[in-house]
Structure formats: structure tokens, C-alpha cells
């Protein structure tokens, strides 16, 4: 995505009223490493607090830059760590299951037990390895190019079991929890998007 791009979705952000933080699930860079340092900084100009996962392709060129200039423009990194989010709610982050060492117990470990927690885990498999209540995905980009109402067909590795959309999850004993994957706002290899628009996902509790 150029530039300018990531400049009118940071705008649609800006625009949605009451926002207490902007979830990022990874994916910053694509074929480029150098568009971390643009990129960051477009998303700099979001007005709520940001924390951000890693995605595969943050992971494919050099981790420690992506991290260290999302980080050095305000954003909270978290790769397998957690953040207060206010007085009770915590953000958390799982590292990426293609590249990276994904460790759900040490993603938890500074969370107060029973403190509910939202994780950013960029392949949606990754909301396999834990129960909290909420887990937002990316990676799938819901297909990206798709001939709709035909099903998806070609996903990258760990999309399933949650490829696209919002999922109630039945827990052992009662209850539910919910994953969400959502469509993304870039594109990978071919810059096209067809029967899978992009979105910005809004979640009001």
C-alpha cells in the first residue's frame, strides 16, 4: 500500500467517535522492509493509543526494525507480552505462528489472574492456544481475490480454523469466547482485492 493509502484509513480511523485503542494485528511491511519507517509513521497520526502484533511478513525480513520503529513512533509492540488497556482490561499479543515462537504463557504472565484480556494474533490459528475472551486475526485477508458465493480455497498456512468473520467459541464447561478475522486493509503479491473488500473493524463492548 502506498503512503497515501495508509494516510485515509488513519482518516476513517480518526473519524470513529469514542475510540479508547487501535488494535493492529500485524503485517506492516510487505515486499519492502524500508516501508516500516513511512508506515509507522502514518499510523503515528492515529489519535488512540495503538498496541500492534507482528505479522509473517514483519517476521520475513527483520523483526527487531519493525519493532523498534512501530515502537519508536508510539505504538505498543507486543510480542508475546501484555498491556493494561485501562483499570481492568488488558491487550495482548501472540508472536506469529509462521516465523515466529508464538508463547500464550508468557503472553499472560504479567495479566492479574481472572483480568480479562483481548489478544492480537495475527494467523488466525493462533486463537487455538488460549481462552480468553476475544482474539482478533488477521493474515487471510478473507481471500483477497474470491468469486463469491463460491467458499474460500486458497489460504495461507494457519488460517484455519477461523478464516474470515466473527466466531462464537463454545467452552469446555459452558459458556463462549469470539474470534475475529478480519479482511485487512492491504493486499499481498497481486495489488488487487476482489469479493473481499477491505475493513476496519469496529468492536463496541
Known sequence: MPAEAIRDVVLEVNRVPGVSAVLLPGDFVGHELEAIHWCAEELARITAPTFASLGNHDLVFDDHTVRETLACHGHTVLVNQSAPLDGTLWVAGLDSAVFGRPDPAGMLETVPLGAPCVVLGHEPWLATLHRQPLHLAGHTHHGQIRLRPLPLRYLPAYSQPYPEGTY???????????????????STTLPLRIGAPPEIVVIDT
Not at 168 to 186: D, K, M
Open 168 to 186: 462464537e467459541v463454545p467452552l469446555p464447561g459452558g459458556g463462549s469466547r469470539w474470534v475475529h478475522t478480519g479482511a485487512g486493509v492491504g
